[in-house]
């Protein structure tokens, strides 16, 4: 019995210690935080080939990089050569070297050794490095052993790496190497990781800024260890020892430091990776602020530019502003890319590819430009000319506002505005009362993230039409990501097969917008367009707000598209500042940076061989003279025949127009004329030598016809402001008309009033008080034109 129980109490204590421990386990399970360190990181940006972009600093002003996942083995021999040679071996309190620093300190009678592991010093470090005595020192004990049970040995290595002093405001041993050396951890030398390893000894005495004698002595002596274990060699060991130590703390890159702004809202003290190309976009903010530099001497402040690969949508290049040293007061910490300005001309090819696909015109069709009041609006085009009319496609071309108003107005506004939602622009915040005609010239406002995203999605279709056989994929067109598209915000085309075949605009419509848009020929008052001629391949079009206050140029190829913009994040606008004069250079420098010159295809499948009239753009009549045979939208089968050529008599000798009442049939000549309304003409004729109008009718011929007279000025139900003069009396208006026959007079009449006559240059001024009129113009033929006008 007694051999019994002696038998039995070693168990008996065996299992006693063991609920002990399992007891103390558990206190200690409730005890240590299972965050170790809740402290927010420094906000980390990455480009996509996985370098340092930016780094922004942590809130509570430590240099502090998120934990890594690993360390490298240069590194990590060299910590553990300095501070815990047997890491791998102990529980997390080495027992041999703590008997070692207690004989040590007895001999000393002073503290020179604490026995400590590097998990011990990690619990130290999570407990907010409190002060040392033997009550603290027992507690980092209890922690060590229960880290060393959760965490595995090189996840104590990277958390110890991670969070210990650097010196000043530097934790972690990343954070170090970037600002001491300039590089990241995987890309130092022998000298500089033992550097690194000695710092978190003593960081409050020793770094890099003061005492550099005791650090070398310190990491020389780490160095002579690592001879002395054979992980070097001697002679790395002697080059290592003629290396210089690091001088002052270095900046971290800032090569994206708006994207990092935005980022880092959404991420705070995350390692950002982003879809941005590191090369290309050192390129293009030097670029950027070169531009800037130039521009400053006309007060043009701020500039940004981004580009996108248009397959993925993902942005390579974004610089939201200038980063010029010494111009912040400039408005450069303004991210341009994502502030909404006045879009001017940018969205016109939008409007054209829309009235394309619907069917409402050819890319050639005649469009009136002369003079235009929609309710007191009246648009002017740049070079404040008006052409008569143009083709669809040169106003697209030479960015002509008042073909593009009168275009808007037979789209509608309201409908314009659901297209431009539908291809991403999300800034259309009030209702299309709001906007009105003025949308098309700038009367809203986009970003150049939108804006760029838009024309990418319209690349993007025309290259996946091929693709998808002549079928549509709806997710191809989305926004742009500043991520790299699969690994971190997957866009759903990517696996999705949405195909359809009623698109919002077919690849037809879209091929002829970037046919138009790659056109050179912009308005020549703008800038020496000309210098463009020799460039790739680019659809590109240009912007100018209101007021100088925005200067816009975007373009495309199938593979990337660029956007720029120029001008004051103020608001201040500058003369001569133009979309064409300012931007358009940035932008085909920018895409002289990138590769490619290649095209989209035709989309055949989309398209038909119809004649067309050269003159009107409109599909031929069996009057018209010079047809060609051209691809077509199919949709465009929907337009009208040409309706400007028309059959007229002329006398024997072709120099008057003459009728069956007053000619006999046999000595009249019947031919097809070209002839547009009086309004058009009286423009047309000015830039078309070639344009003929009408003889006039042989003495007793005349009949009267309506459309003989054409108000050019007011039009009917117009809304006129009275002007001011400098002296604050009322100016005159100036009233303009048009008529069909050159020779013929006019007789004005306003209300009950004669205002007076004219011939050839039908224009008269008056002075008209404010309310509604009636004006009157009646030729010597008994033609009568009116029109009602209202004057506010």
């Not at 009678?109 to 603290?136: P, V």
């Not at 430091?257 to 809202?265: D, I, T, W």
């Not at 070169?290 to 006309?298: D, F, H, I, K, V």
Request: hydrophobic share 40%.
């Amino acid at each position: 019995m007694f051999y019994k129980n002696i038998k039995r109490r070693p168990v008996k204590l065996l299992m006693s210690l063991v609920a002990l421990l399992g007891i103390l386990w558990g206190i200690m399970y409730i005890i240590v935080p299972r965050t170790l360190f809740p402290d927010i990181y420094s906000t980390l940006l990455y480009s996509a080939e996985g370098n340092l972009l930016g780094a922004r600093i942590a809130p509570d002003g430590q240099w502090r990089f998120p934990a890594t996942d690993s360390l490298p083995e240069k590194f990590a021999k060299c910590l553990i050569t300095y501070e815990d040679k047997r890491f791998y071996y102990h529980p997390g309190v080495d027992i041999v070297a703590i008997t070692r620093a207690l004989k040590l300190n007895s001999q000393a009678k002073r503290i020179i050794s604490g026995g400590s592991t590097l998990t011990m010093q990690l619990a130290r470090i999570a407990r907010g490095n409190k002060q040392r005595s033997f009550y603290e020192k027992g507690i980092e004990m209890c922690w060590a052993v229960f880290l060393e049970t959760i965490y595995s040995k090189n996840e104590i290595l990277n958390l110890y790496a991670s969070h210990a002093p650097f010196g000043g405001n530097v934790i972690g041993a990343e954070t170090a190497a970037w600002r001491y050396f300039g590089r990241s951890l995987d890309n130092l030398s022998w000298a500089e990781y033992a550097t690194l390893a000695v710092l978190p000894n003593s960081p409050a005495m020793i770094h890099p800024g003061r005492n550099r004698k005791q650090l070398k002595d310190k990491r020389d002596k780490l160095l002579g260890l690592l001879v002395n274990q054979n992980i070097i060699d001697s002679t790395e060991y002697e080059l290592s020892c003629m290396e210089p130590l690091p001088d002052a703390p270095l900046p971290l890159p800032n090569d994206a430091p708006h994207l990092l702004e935005r980022l880092a809202a959404d991420m705070p003290g995350e390692r950002i990776t982003t879809s941005v190309k590191q090369t290309l976009q050192q390129q293009v903010q030097e670029m950027v602020n070169r531009y800037a530099l130039e521009y400053s001497s006309n007060h043009i402040n701020n500039l940004a530019a981004i580009i996108t690969n248009v397959e993925t949508g993902e942005v390579i290049a974004y610089a939201g502003n200038v980063t010029l040293k010494g111009d912040d007061k400039k408005g450069n910490q303004v991210d341009i890319i994502i502030s909404p300005r006045s879009t001017g001309s940018i969205l016109k090819p939008l409007l054209y590819a829309g009235m394309l696909h619907d069917g409402l015109i050819l890319p050639s069709t005649l469009i009136s430009d002369v003079p235009l009041n929609i309710n007191g609006f009246m648009p002017q085009n740049f070079n404040k000319t008006f052409y008569g009319a143009v083709p669809a496609h040169v106003a697209i071309e030479r960015s002509l506002n008042v073909p593009l108003v009168r275009m808007l107005s037979q789209y509608n506004t309201g409908r314009f505005m659901q297209l431009l939602k539908t291809w991403g622009m999300t800034t259309l915040r009030f209702p299309e009362e709001h906007y009105g005609a003025s949308l098309i010239l700038g009367g809203a406002e986009g970003t150049l993230w939108d804006l760029t995203g838009m024309y990418a999605s319209i690349s993007r279709v025309l290259s996946h039409y091929r693709k998808y056989n002549g079928r549509y994929n709806a997710a191809d067109i989305h926004p742009l990501s500043p991520f790299p598209v699969i690994e971190r915000n997957p866009v759903q085309y990517v696996t999705d097969k949405r195909l359809t075949d009623i698109p919002s605009l077919s690849a037809a419509s879209l091929w002829f917008t970037a046919e138009a848009m790659s056109a050179l020929n912009r308005p020549e008052e703008e800038a020496d367009w000309q210098q463009f001629e020799s460039m790739k391949k680019i659809a590109w079009k240009t912007g100018t707000s209101y007021g100088g206050r925005d200067a816009w140029a975007i373009g495309f190829t199938p593979h990337y598209a660029v956007g720029v913009w120029v001008g004051n994040a103020s608001g201040e606008g500058r003369p001569g500042l133009t979309g064409v004069g300012n931007a358009a250079p940035v932008l085909f420098d920018l895409f002289s940076l990138l590769p490619g010159n290649d095209w989209f295809d035709m989309p055949y499948d989309e398209m038909e061989q119809v004649a067309i009239c050269r003159h009107s753009g409109h599909k031929a009549s069996a009057i018209c003279e010079q047809v060609d045979t051209l691809y077509i939208p199919r949709s465009g089968n929907n337009t009208t025949i040409c309706p400007y050529h028309k059959l007229v008599h002329l006398s024997a000798n072709g120099k008057y127009r003459v009728n069956s009442s007053c000619e006999s049939i046999n000595n009249m000549i019947t031919r097809s004329w070209f002839i547009l309304p009086p309004s058009q003409e009286y423009y047309y004729k000015n830039y078309h030598i070639d344009y003929i109008p009408l003889p006039p009718f042989k003495p007793g011929c005349e009949q009267v016809q309506s459309r003989q007279i054409e108000l050019i000025y007011p039009e009917h139900n117009a809304v006129l402001f009275l002007p001011k003069g400098f002296s604050g009396q009322q100016e005159k208006f100036v009233f303009k008309a048009a008529h069909a026959r050159k020779e013929a007079t006019i007789y004005w009449h306003l209300d009950k009033s004669y205002l007076g006559e004219t011939t050839g240059n039908h224009q008269i001024a008056c002075i008209v008080p404010a309310g509604k009129h009636l004006l009157t113009l009646i030729d010597n033929s008994g033609n009568q034109r009116k029109i009602m006008f209202e004057v506010k």
